[in-house]
């Protein structure tokens, strides 16, 4: 069964960075695709980027566009989320999830694994 270590969370004062890492177990990331999702206190989960890992292609929600970038690193099977210009609002606790279907979507009833989750707190 895949696994995903989800790593890089912490505290940072608005305008910020963090890198955010997940690390997966053995598999063939070509045949898959990487997706972070977020959720805040009070609120549903909600996708946040992905990679497709059979030819890099990204999705970014809007609320993100231009201030993170999401990558990989396929020979440590490892998907990168950097995140920049960091808001307040960006806090929630930061999820990496695996696709088998190889697609990205928003729709995390779509992705089979996740990872336990690292926390982001932006403070203003």
């Known amino acids: 069964e895949v696994q995903l270590q989800a790593s890089g969370g912490g505290l940072v004062q608005n305008g910020g960075s963090l890198r955010l890492s997940c690390a997966a177990s053995e598999f063939t990331f070509d045949n898959y695709a990487i997706g972070w999702f977020r959720q805040a206190p009070g609120k549903e989960r909600e996708g946040v980027s992905c990679i497709r890992g059979s030819d890099a292609s990204t999705y970014y929600a809007d609320f993100v566009k231009g201030r993170f970038t999401i990558s990989s690193d396929n020979a440590k099977r490892t998907v990168y989320l950097q995140m920049n210009s960091l808001k307040s609002e960006d806090t929630a606790v930061y999820y990496c999830?695996?696709?088998?279907?190889?697609?990205?979507?928003?729709?995390?009833?779509?992705?089979?694994?996740w990872g336990q989750g690292t926390q982001v707190t932006v403070s203003s």
């Open positions: 999830a695996l696709s088998r279907s190889g697609g990205c979507t928003a729709i995390d009833l779509l992705y089979d694994y």
